[in-house]
């Protein structure tokens, strides 16, 4: 039976300065452990789900967007609240990733789920206990195991 066709789901900041919209299920969901990730979100850890660039739109206050751009990623966050929104690494172009915890009505990336993992499980906080049954990496995940890496890797 084929899937029903992919309804765009949307997200936005606390402050509703700015929204956006995802139009294709993500195929890839993290839990990143690591502590630039904590920092950045004051968080035990951050979620990011994977699109193409070309799958996310930016529907509101796009003026309203600041860019940090760590050696890493170029995090994008409202100017106004400070939320966290996207990022997008060098290494992945084409790629960006979303913060699932910001979309709206309950809605899902709709992921694969034998997609989802937790990364960087190696140096999460002390206080942290992870609980469930999603594969774990003590770094990133290897390519065999992600998508993203493949897509970098241009195995995929």
């Known amino acids: 039976m084929k899937d029903p066709p992919f309804k765009p789901i949307h997200g ?7 929204s956006y919209e995802v ?3 993500a195929e ?3 839990h990143c452990h690591c502590s630039r990730c904590r920092r ?4 035990l850890f951050a979620t990011y789900a994977y699109v193409l660039r070309s799958d996310i739109v930016i529907t509101k206050g796009t003026e309203n967007i600041s860019i940090y751009r760590s050696p890493l990623a170029h995090w994008y966050f409202c ?5 966290h929104l996207l990022a997008e690494h060098d290494h992945s172009p084409g790629v960006m990733w979303y913060m699932p915890a910001t979309l709206e009505d309950a809605a899902v990336p709709q992921h ?10 190696a140096s999460k906080s002390p206080i942290e206990t992870i609980s469930d049954d999603i ?14 890496a493949r897509k970098t890797d241009g195995a995929a």
């Open 23 to 25: 139009r294709a299920p």
């Open 112 to 121: 694969p789920k034998e997609s989802e993992k937790h990364i960087f499980v």
């Open 28 to 30: 890839e969901l993290y």
């Open 79 to 83: 100017r106004t609240c400070g939320c």
């Open 40 to 43: 950045l979100h004051g968080t």
């Open 12 to 18: 936005r900041c606390e402050c509703e300065s700015v």
């Open 135 to 148: 594969p774990q990496y003590d770094e990133y995940a290897p390519p065999e195991v992600s998508i993203t």
